[in-house]
């Protein structure tokens, strides 16, 4: 791995980052026929995060981040008091479980008066409007935890570490640039993103593996995408 390679890597990645939220939406160089628009979005989830990512870590040598944290990161992860293995980890996955049954609770709070399920900001424009949305919409909750974790818990956070020497700048432009794609919910809905990136993040220094914030996320998801929805549509009926 040269300087060189990192940098124009760093800038090929920052150019498509930006192209992304001038965009507001992902990028698919590919014409994809599902009809169910979940596994639309799903699949662009790969072609847009997921594949870019693994390509990036491949390019440097760096696919092992995937089971082991980056030594990039483990000035910061110790700093934070959060070195791999530590108990502070269990905290943030209670902290995100119990945002996720607080949003449970409200859910049925509001279809006991005939609404809609609750969601931190504007998701309207991606919640299923029938049964059958509902295992695309599971689909697109596991894409999303995976691809969106390899880019913007891994990729983008370490190719930033490597170019500016700074594990913090890496953190802090990945969950930025995560909460920014979520804008389409309204700034609600970007601030809930930018506290749950920063606690993905905690989960992944704290285990120094990626496969945590990618189980977290992708169950926070599937709560919000397919069983907060399937209970409100039956309380509701």
Known sequence: MTVMLVHVLLILTLG???????????????RIGFRARHLRWASGLW?????PAL????????????????????PLAWY????????????????????SLLGLVLTWWRARR?????????ARSIMPTS???????AALAVSAGVAEELFYRLWLPL??????????????????????????QGWAGVA?????????????????????????????????LVLRPAFSARLRR
């Open 16 to 30: 498509y980052q930006a192209i992304l939220l001038w965009r507001g939406r992902l990028i698919s160089p590919l």
């Open 47 to 51: 072609i847009g995060y997921g594949v």
């Open 55 to 74: 390509i990036g870590l491949l390019a440097i040598g760096r696919l092992p981040g995937i089971g082991h944290l980056p030594p990039e990161f483990l």
């Open 80 to 99: 934070l008091e959060v070195p791999p293995g530590s108990i502070g980890i269990e905290l943030v996955a209670i902290g995100l479980a119990g945002g």
């Open 114 to 122: 005939g609404r809609a399920p609750w969601t931190a900001g504007d």
């Open 131 to 137: 049964d059958a949305d509902l295992w695309p919409a």
């Open 159 to 184: 190719i930033v570490a490597l170019a500016s020497g700074s594990g913090t700048a890496g953190v802090v432009v990945g969950t930025l640039c995560f909460a920014a794609m979520h804008r389409y």
């Open 192 to 224: 809930a993103n930018t506290v749950g990136g920063g606690l993905l993040t905690a989960l992944y220094f704290g285990s120094g593996a990626l496969w945590l914030p990618i189980a977290v996320h992708a169950l926070v998801d599937l709560n919000a």
